[in-house]
C-alpha cells in the first residue's frame, strides 16, 4: 500500500505512462508539455486523503514501477459501486502480470469495504481498453473527459461480480 511519501515516485511513473501508452492518441506537445510537479501535489493529497487507495508494484530492486489506485464510484452509479481510479505500469515492466494483479488487489480490497462490483474509465482509443476487455470487463457507459485544452472520449468498463479479478 502506498504512502505520501510514495507521491514523486507514483507521480514520475503517472506522467512517463501517460508520455508512452498514449502516444499517437494525445497530440505529442501535450504529452512533452507533462511535468513532475503538480501530479506529484496531487498524489500526495490523494495519498493522505483516506478516502482512496493506491497500490504499487515494485521490480526486483524495489523501484515502484506500476501502481493501481481505487476507491467508491465517484459519479453515483447504481451498478458499479467501486472504481479502478487508475492503473499505470511502466512500459518497460508491462506484459509480467503487474497490471493484472493490481487490478486483483483494488478488487480484493473493493469487496473487503462490501463493494463487489467495479468500473474503470480510459481513453476510447487508448492501449489498455484491450486489457480490461480481457479481464472480462464489459463497456458500460461511454463519455468524454476534459483535461486542460485536451477533450478526449472515454469508456468505463465493468465488471458486476469482481471476484474473478482477485
Known sequence: ????????????????TWRTSYRGIVPDDFLAKLSYERPTEKWAEILGDGEN???????ELARIVGFASGGPERNGDPVYRGELLRLYVLESAQRRGLGRRLVGCVATRLRQ???HSMLVWTMAEGPSRH??????GRPVS?????????TVDEVAYGWTATCALG
Do not use: S
Open 1 to 16: 500500500m502506498a504512502t505520501p511519501v510514495d507521491a514523486p515516485v507514483i507521480a514520475r511513473v503517472h506522467v512517463d
Open 53 to 59: 487507495f493506491v497500490y504499487v508494484a515494485e521490480d
Open 113 to 115: 469495504a462490501g463493494i
Open 131 to 136: 486489457f480490461y476487455k480481457a479481464l472480462g
Open 142 to 150: 461511454v463519455g468524454q473527459w476534459d483535461f486542460g485544452d485536451l
